[in-house]
């Protein structure tokens, strides 16, 4: 019933996200539509001026904050699965090489992996960002800001993917098909991309989904700090570090709005991966 309602969550949020376009009632990006006179309206109470309703408010800026949700939804969704899906391609390949091949490999890509799990992966995030952004052109920075940012988190979080992907195939490498296939004179890369990577998927599929959830947080927790997502193109994480600002002036629900709306994506998301990680688990069952 938990994974149930947790699904229902997500799709929901997902589909909020999509259809922003026609569910936001403003278009909160829009300097052309915003009105300073309805900054500051709490929500479901109208302006002093304006007389305007917002259903979860308005910031300083007077954008409704609803609308500002959604349309953040997106860029939050987008960075999380880009780099969900940079960090799953390179943990999968460096572990299926350092598990098949072993040796000098094996043990380069470990230790690099070992490294790197000693530091927290939001710092390591943060460092990729400050390198990628340093040697950018200054024109360009801010241009190629998400694309350098997922390029952060994916890089900080390969290494789970390769940690599973290596022990699974050092497991399915000892089995006789495998041996099999090496008796017909298969290709090394045949071999990991054809026979080992297709039943090595299930573990994938269950890290995926929880890096998802940890990338979206990552993501937030960068452009809380400042160094992720431009205030222009405000995801989740840049909607709660404007919200903060305004939390002790008694603007409360600038701050709560975003913070519940990430909390639920994470928590749907986390709990989801939890029961794919059951269901896909054989000794389970």
Known sequence: MLAVGSFFVFTT????????????????????????MNGFTPPMEP???????????????????????????????????????????????????????????????????????????????MLVYGVARGMLPPELRYEMSITVLIISIGLSEWVPFARTVRGSTLVEKEKDYITSARMLGLKRF????????????????????????????AEATLSFLGVGVPTTKPSLGTLIRIGQDF?????????????????ALALSINLFGDWLRDMLNPKIH
């Open 190 to 217: 045949s071999i990991m991309t054809r026979h080992i990577l297709p039943n090595i998927l299930s573990p994938v599929l269950v890290i995926a989904t929880i890096t998802f959830a940890l990338a979206i947080i």
């Open 247 to 263: 939390l002790f002036s008694g603007e409360w629900w600038i701050l709560l709005f975003p913070a519940l709306t990430l909390l």
């Open 47 to 125: 302006n002093e001026f304006t007389g305007q309703v917002f259903l979860m408010g308005t910031d300083d800026q007077g954008r409704d904050l609803f609308s500002t949700i959604l349309y953040g939804l997106r860029i939050s969704l987008f960075v999380g699965l880009m780099a969900v899906l940079l960090a799953m391609v390179l943990g999968v390949i460096l572990g299926l090489i350092s598990g098949f091949s072993g040796g000098w490999l094996d043990i380069i890509i470990m230790r690099l992996a070992d490294i790197q799990m000693t530091f927290p992966s939001i710092l390591v995030a």
């Open 13 to 36: 949020i997902i589909l909020l996200a999509i259809f922003a376009n026609y569910l936001a009632p403003h278009t909160p990006f829009d300097p052309s539509t915003l009105n300073l």
